[in-house]
Protein backbone atom coordinates (compact mmCIF):
# COMPACT_ATOMS: atom_id res chain seq x y z
CA UNK A 1 0.00 0.00 0.00
CA UNK A 2 3.20 2.50 0.88
CA UNK A 3 4.77 1.76 -2.24
CA UNK A 4 1.08 2.64 -4.24
CA UNK A 5 1.25 5.84 -2.14
CA UNK A 6 4.85 6.24 -2.82
CA UNK A 7 4.32 5.95 -7.08
CA UNK A 8 1.03 8.42 -6.54
CA UNK A 9 3.56 11.27 -5.00
CA UNK A 10 6.24 10.86 -7.48
CA UNK A 11 4.18 10.71 -10.31
CA UNK A 12 2.58 13.78 -9.20
CA UNK A 13 5.90 15.38 -8.69
CA UNK A 14 7.49 14.53 -12.03
CA UNK A 15 4.29 16.34 -13.82
CA UNK A 16 6.14 19.27 -12.28
CA UNK A 17 9.25 19.51 -14.56
CA UNK A 18 8.73 21.75 -17.73
CA UNK A 19 10.87 21.57 -20.66
CA UNK A 20 14.31 23.50 -20.41
CA UNK A 21 14.62 22.85 -16.96
CA UNK A 22 17.53 21.37 -14.65
CA UNK A 23 16.30 18.98 -12.26
CA UNK A 24 17.48 17.20 -9.19
CA UNK A 25 16.94 13.98 -8.74
CA UNK A 26 16.47 12.73 -5.19
CA UNK A 27 17.55 8.68 -3.97
CA UNK A 28 15.26 5.86 -2.19
CA UNK A 29 12.31 4.31 -3.41
CA UNK A 30 9.92 7.07 -3.62
CA UNK A 31 12.06 9.10 -5.52
CA UNK A 32 12.94 6.15 -7.86
CA UNK A 33 8.89 6.66 -9.00
CA UNK A 34 9.72 10.01 -9.62
CA UNK A 35 12.67 9.34 -11.75
CA UNK A 36 10.79 6.54 -13.45
CA UNK A 37 7.35 8.61 -14.49
CA UNK A 38 10.04 11.20 -15.43
CA UNK A 39 12.23 9.09 -17.64
CA UNK A 40 8.45 8.61 -19.01
CA UNK A 41 7.70 12.03 -19.96
CA UNK A 42 11.13 12.18 -21.16
CA UNK A 43 10.46 9.44 -23.70
CA UNK A 44 7.19 11.19 -24.28
CA UNK A 45 9.37 14.41 -25.96
CA UNK A 46 9.65 16.46 -22.30
CA UNK A 47 13.07 18.29 -23.09
CA UNK A 48 14.62 19.07 -19.71
CA UNK A 49 18.56 20.54 -20.17
CA UNK A 50 19.22 17.75 -17.63
CA UNK A 51 18.88 15.47 -14.12
CA UNK A 52 21.72 16.07 -11.24
CA UNK A 53 21.82 12.87 -9.61
CA UNK A 54 22.11 12.57 -5.96
CA UNK A 55 23.50 8.61 -5.90
CA UNK A 56 25.21 6.43 -7.93
CA UNK A 57 22.05 4.45 -7.50
CA UNK A 58 19.70 7.58 -9.23
CA UNK A 59 22.41 8.31 -11.74
CA UNK A 60 22.37 4.38 -13.16
CA UNK A 61 18.23 4.57 -12.90
CA UNK A 62 18.51 7.77 -14.49
CA UNK A 63 20.90 6.82 -17.39
CA UNK A 64 18.91 3.22 -17.78
CA UNK A 65 15.46 5.67 -18.19
CA UNK A 66 17.23 7.92 -21.12
CA UNK A 67 17.11 11.17 -18.57
CA UNK A 68 20.33 13.13 -19.71
CA UNK A 69 22.75 14.25 -16.86
CA UNK A 70 24.20 16.96 -15.54
CA UNK A 71 26.87 17.18 -12.56
CA UNK A 72 26.50 19.80 -10.18
CA UNK A 73 29.10 21.60 -10.98
CA UNK A 74 27.39 21.44 -14.41
CA UNK A 75 24.44 22.64 -13.28
CA UNK A 76 25.53 25.42 -10.60
CA UNK A 77 21.66 26.22 -10.24
CA UNK A 78 18.85 23.84 -10.32
CA UNK A 79 15.14 24.82 -11.21
CA UNK A 80 13.98 21.67 -8.97
CA UNK A 81 14.47 18.90 -6.96
CA UNK A 82 12.35 16.48 -5.78
CA UNK A 83 13.27 14.02 -3.20
CA UNK A 84 11.76 11.92 -0.77
CA UNK A 85 12.33 12.15 3.32
CA UNK A 86 12.13 9.40 5.98
CA UNK A 87 10.34 11.98 8.02
CA UNK A 88 8.24 15.29 7.59
CA UNK A 89 7.98 16.80 10.78
CA UNK A 90 6.49 20.63 11.66
CA UNK A 91 7.02 23.29 9.20
CA UNK A 92 8.58 20.68 6.75
CA UNK A 93 11.45 19.92 8.91
CA UNK A 94 13.14 16.94 7.40
CA UNK A 95 15.11 13.54 8.57
CA UNK A 96 16.57 11.85 5.15
CA UNK A 97 19.41 9.55 4.60
CA UNK A 98 18.10 6.58 5.40
CA UNK A 99 19.27 5.52 1.58
CA UNK A 100 23.13 6.92 3.23
CA UNK A 101 22.95 9.88 0.57
CA UNK A 102 22.37 12.77 2.77
CA UNK A 103 25.48 14.81 1.74
CA UNK A 104 24.82 14.55 -2.11
CA UNK A 105 21.30 14.98 -1.58
CA UNK A 106 21.53 18.21 0.79
CA UNK A 107 24.48 19.76 -1.74
CA UNK A 108 21.91 19.70 -4.16
CA UNK A 109 19.18 20.97 -2.27
CA UNK A 110 21.14 24.01 -1.20
CA UNK A 111 21.82 24.11 -4.75
CA UNK A 112 17.82 24.25 -5.86
CA UNK A 113 15.49 27.36 -6.61
CA UNK A 114 12.66 24.63 -5.76
CA UNK A 115 12.42 21.55 -3.29
CA UNK A 116 10.01 19.20 -2.96
CA UNK A 117 9.79 16.62 -1.55
CA UNK A 118 8.04 13.65 -1.61
CA UNK A 119 6.42 10.65 0.98
CA UNK A 120 3.54 8.85 1.53
CA UNK A 121 1.69 9.49 4.41
CA UNK A 122 3.06 7.02 7.27
CA UNK A 123 6.45 9.57 7.09
CA UNK A 124 4.56 12.35 8.82
CA UNK A 125 5.12 13.09 12.47
CA UNK A 126 4.35 15.69 15.40
CA UNK A 127 8.08 15.98 16.22
CA UNK A 128 11.23 14.72 14.72
CA UNK A 129 13.19 11.90 15.79
CA UNK A 130 11.26 8.33 15.77
CA UNK A 131 13.64 7.91 12.78
CA UNK A 132 17.05 7.20 13.74
CA UNK A 133 18.91 10.69 12.43
CA UNK A 134 21.61 9.56 10.09
CA UNK A 135 24.66 11.06 10.15
CA UNK A 136 27.44 10.80 7.62
CA UNK A 137 31.10 11.02 9.44
CA UNK A 138 34.64 10.56 8.06
CA UNK A 139 35.96 6.70 8.22
CA UNK A 140 38.96 7.69 9.49
CA UNK A 141 38.94 7.93 13.57
CA UNK A 142 35.06 7.46 13.54
CA UNK A 143 34.54 5.90 16.51
CA UNK A 144 36.35 9.06 18.15
CA UNK A 145 34.23 11.62 16.35
CA UNK A 146 31.43 9.03 17.04
CA UNK A 147 31.90 9.51 21.03
CA UNK A 148 31.76 12.89 20.07
CA UNK A 149 28.55 12.98 18.79
CA UNK A 150 27.67 10.73 21.56
CA UNK A 151 28.62 13.75 23.99
CA UNK A 152 26.62 16.15 22.01
CA UNK A 153 23.55 14.06 21.56
CA UNK A 154 23.87 13.59 25.84
CA UNK A 155 23.84 17.65 25.68
CA UNK A 156 20.82 17.38 23.81
CA UNK A 157 19.11 15.31 26.70
CA UNK A 158 19.34 12.78 23.69
CA UNK A 159 20.52 9.41 26.10
CA UNK A 160 21.25 7.02 22.90
CA UNK A 161 24.52 7.13 21.19
CA UNK A 162 24.78 6.57 17.65
CA UNK A 163 25.11 3.54 16.02
CA UNK A 164 27.39 2.43 13.09
CA UNK A 165 25.26 1.48 10.11
CA UNK A 166 26.70 -2.10 8.64
CA UNK A 167 25.40 -4.30 6.14
CA UNK A 168 26.94 -7.56 5.74
CA UNK A 169 28.66 -7.65 8.47
CA UNK A 170 30.43 -4.39 7.07
CA UNK A 171 30.28 -1.21 7.74
CA UNK A 172 28.10 0.77 4.93
CA UNK A 173 29.84 3.19 2.98
CA UNK A 174 28.57 6.05 1.76
CA UNK A 175 28.94 7.14 -2.09
CA UNK A 176 31.53 9.34 -0.79
CA UNK A 177 33.18 6.76 0.76
CA UNK A 178 32.15 7.70 4.53
CA UNK A 179 30.11 5.78 7.39
CA UNK A 180 27.03 6.42 8.38
CA UNK A 181 25.92 6.53 12.09
CA UNK A 182 22.50 6.61 13.17
CA UNK A 183 21.48 7.74 16.30
CA UNK A 184 17.75 6.72 17.74
CA UNK A 185 17.25 10.54 19.20
CA UNK A 186 13.41 9.41 19.86
CA UNK A 187 11.97 13.33 19.92
CA UNK A 188 14.32 15.81 18.72
CA UNK A 189 13.79 18.72 21.46
CA UNK A 190 15.27 21.72 19.26
CA UNK A 191 16.84 20.38 15.64
CA UNK A 192 18.06 23.37 14.95
CA UNK A 193 20.66 23.57 18.01
CA UNK A 194 21.56 19.85 17.66
CA UNK A 195 22.24 20.56 13.77
CA UNK A 196 24.70 23.28 14.27
CA UNK A 197 26.44 21.47 17.49
CA UNK A 198 26.80 17.94 15.00
CA UNK A 199 28.31 19.85 11.93
CA UNK A 200 30.65 21.95 14.03
CA UNK A 201 32.27 18.76 15.10
CA UNK A 202 35.05 17.82 13.43
CA UNK A 203 34.76 14.63 11.31
CA UNK A 204 31.27 15.12 11.40
CA UNK A 205 30.75 15.85 7.42
CA UNK A 206 26.49 16.47 7.32
CA UNK A 207 23.75 15.13 9.17
CA UNK A 208 20.14 14.32 7.90
CA UNK A 209 18.06 17.33 9.31
CA UNK A 210 16.97 19.00 6.38
CA UNK A 211 15.82 22.47 7.87
CA UNK A 212 14.28 25.45 6.06
CA UNK A 213 15.10 23.45 2.81
CA UNK A 214 11.99 22.19 1.74
CA UNK A 215 9.59 24.30 -0.29
CA UNK A 216 6.60 22.17 -0.42
CA UNK A 217 5.91 18.28 0.03
CA UNK A 218 3.69 16.02 -1.81
CA UNK A 219 1.99 13.29 0.71
CA UNK A 220 0.05 10.84 -0.76
CA UNK A 221 -2.52 8.63 1.34
CA UNK A 222 -5.70 6.30 0.73
CA UNK A 223 -7.75 9.88 0.00
CA UNK A 224 -5.05 11.29 -2.53
CA UNK A 225 -2.06 13.36 -3.23
CA UNK A 226 -1.97 16.25 -0.34
CA UNK A 227 0.14 19.14 -1.23
CA UNK A 228 2.19 21.10 2.34
CA UNK A 229 3.85 24.13 2.50
CA UNK A 230 6.14 25.17 5.26
C1 LIG B 1 18.13 8.71 1.00
C2 LIG B 1 16.95 9.42 1.54
C3 LIG B 1 15.61 8.96 1.10
O1 LIG B 1 14.97 9.99 0.45
C4 LIG B 1 14.83 8.52 2.31
O2 LIG B 1 15.58 7.50 2.98
C5 LIG B 1 13.44 8.00 1.96
O3 LIG B 1 13.56 6.80 1.27
P1 LIG B 1 12.28 6.01 0.76
O4 LIG B 1 11.64 6.85 -0.28
O5 LIG B 1 12.89 4.73 0.20
O6 LIG B 1 11.39 5.75 1.94
O7 LIG B 1 17.05 10.36 2.29
O8 LIG B 1 19.31 9.14 1.60
Known sequence: M???????????????????????????STAAWFVKALGE????????????????????????????????????????????????GPGLSLIKGGGAALLREKLVWEASKRCVCIADAAKKVPVLGRF??????????????????ADVLSEHEIGVGPRLRMKDGEPVLTDGGNVIYDAACGAIPNPSA????????????????????CDEALVASDSGVERLTP
Open 2 to 28: SDTQKRAAGEAAAALVEDGMIVGLGTG
Open 41 to 88: RVKGGLKIKGGVPTSEATAALARELGIPLLTLDEARELDLTVDGADEI
Open 132 to 149: ALPIEVVAFGHVTTANRI
Open 194 to 213: LAADLKSLTGVVDHGLFLDL
